[in-house]
């Protein structure tokens, strides 16, 4: 594949392009990272209500379990109570986390909007195509080698 074409752009307007298109990196992950923590704090936060809600999960698909071994009225009278039960628990989960996912969701827009228009669009201005990449580059494979090595 041949490489792009870089576009003839004077050497100070290439530096303020190269420049904006490091603030714009740096803005990007400034958001990834303040909505990492926001994430952490919510579970954080939430924790008494999330196991709650896996417990009464896990008593839901127990019950399903008994009603499929045995299946009678007893055992589907229990299916539906613990299924309420479940549904309540990750009602009270949405509610604990709401306050947190109203500061997550403009935080992850604009992660995914410099993600697919403005990285790509400032790239490409600085001529850089992006193009589709199905094999890792050699720096690549290098750097996810080491990576898997150091989790061993």
């Known amino acids: 594949m041949a490489p792009a074409q870089a576009v003839q752009v004077p050497q100070e307007d290439r530096l303020a392009l190269l420049d904006t298109f490091a603030e714009l990196v740096s803005e990007r992950w ?4 303040a909505r ?21 999960a896990k008593a839901f698909a127990e019950s399903m379990v008994a009603l499929r071994k045995t299946p009678n009225e007893a055992n589907a009278k229990l299916v539906a109570q613990k299924e309420e039960v479940a549904k309540d628990a990750r009602k009270v989960v949405a509610n604990a ?22 990285i790509p669009d400032s790239l490409k201005e600085l001529g850089h195509q992006v193009v589709p990449r199905f094999s890792l580059s050699e720096w690549a494979t290098k750097a996810v080698e080491q990576t898997k090595r150091k989790k061993d």
């Open 30 to 33: 400034g958001y990834f990272i």
């Open 36 to 56: 990492r923590l926001v994430q952490k704090d919510a579970s954080e936060k939430t924790k008494v209500e999330r196991k709650a809600a896996t417990e009464a």
């Open 97 to 118: 986390r709401k306050p947190f996912n109203e500061k997550i969701k403009p935080l992850a827009s604009i992660v995914k909007y410099c993600d697919s228009v403005a």
